[in-house]
T-cell receptor, first 114, second 112 residues
Framework: EAQVTQNPRYLITVTGKKLTVTCSQN?????MSWYRQDPGLGLRQIYY???????DKGDVPEGYKVSRKEKRNFPLILESPSPNQTSLYFC?????????????FGSGTRLTVV | DAKTTQPPSMDCAEGRAANLPCNHS???????VYWYRQIHSQGPQYIIH???NNETNEMASLIITEDRKSSTLILPHATLRDTAVYYC?????????????FGKGNQVVVIP
């Protein structure tokens, strides 16, 4: 089944403890992206990747890192999480960063930083 | 990308057609209209997109006015599982970042 898989689904962590949220897609998509969703603010893009080894900042990149060493994986790294990064995170992929291709989203990761 | 305006919420009767409006009066010639929906904190789901012709797929139909300043997403036979937030998004194909600007959307509730 074509899908975007995120792990973990739920995570509670403490301030400052490095964590990684994994994202993997099995559709050979070139484009991948991370979004966060907060009440009243909607979905906002954090980082995106046009292809392997090509990443760039979205609208709210502060406090996050990403890497794209392989086409299928696009992990989101929080080096020193803070409470304001408590949010619902979604990974998404698309056939290409150009053109009108739709996104496929993962099921989400609910992160709580205490 | 052009801004869109949707009603914040609406109710629809189960089994009836649901017509979801979207205004995008500042849309430009190279911008597509996309529709996504999000069912209670799940990942958003792509529904349909179009440029100027009406489009139909297994999920819905998209009707775009001739001047392209508004569109309507039609769910032909609404079911309880169609209860979701529906997002109308206008996006230019120019530029490399396939970024989607999600607004507040339209909370659609299908009533039995």
């Amino acid at each position: 089944e074509a899908q975007v898989t995120q792990n973990p689904r739920y995570l509670i962590t403490v301030t400052g403890k490095k964590l990684t949220v994994t994202c993997s897609q099995n559709m050979n998509h070139e484009y991948m992206s991370w979004y966060r969703q907060d009440p009243g603010l909607g979905l906002r893009q954090i980082y995106y990747s046009m292809n392997v080894e090509v990443t760039d900042k979205g609208d709210v990149p502060e406090g996050y890192k990403v890497s794209r060493k392989e086409k299928r994986n696009f992990p989101l790294i929080l080096e020193s999480p803070s409470p304001n990064q408590t949010s619902l995170y979604f990974c998404a992929s698309s056939l290409s960063g150009q053109g009108f291709y739709g996104y496929t989203f993962g099921s989400g990761t609910r992160l709580t930083v205490v | 990308d052009a801004k869109t305006t949707q009603p914040p919420s609406m109710d629809c009767a189960e089994g009836r057609a649901a017509n979801l409006p979207c205004n995008h009066s500042t849309i430009s010639g190279n911008e597509y209209v996309y529709w996504y929906r999000q069912i209670h904190s799940q990942g958003p789901q792509y529904i349909i997109h179009g440029l100027k012709n009406n489009e139909t797929n297994e999920m819905a139909s998209l009707i775009i006015t001739e001047d392209r300043k508004s569109s309507t997403l039609i769910l032909p036979h609404a079911t309880l599982r169609d209860t979701a937030v529906y997002y109308c998004i206008v996006r230019s194909l120019l530029g490399g970042n396939n970024r989607l600007a999600f607004g507040k959307g339209n909370q659609v509730v299908v009533i039995p």
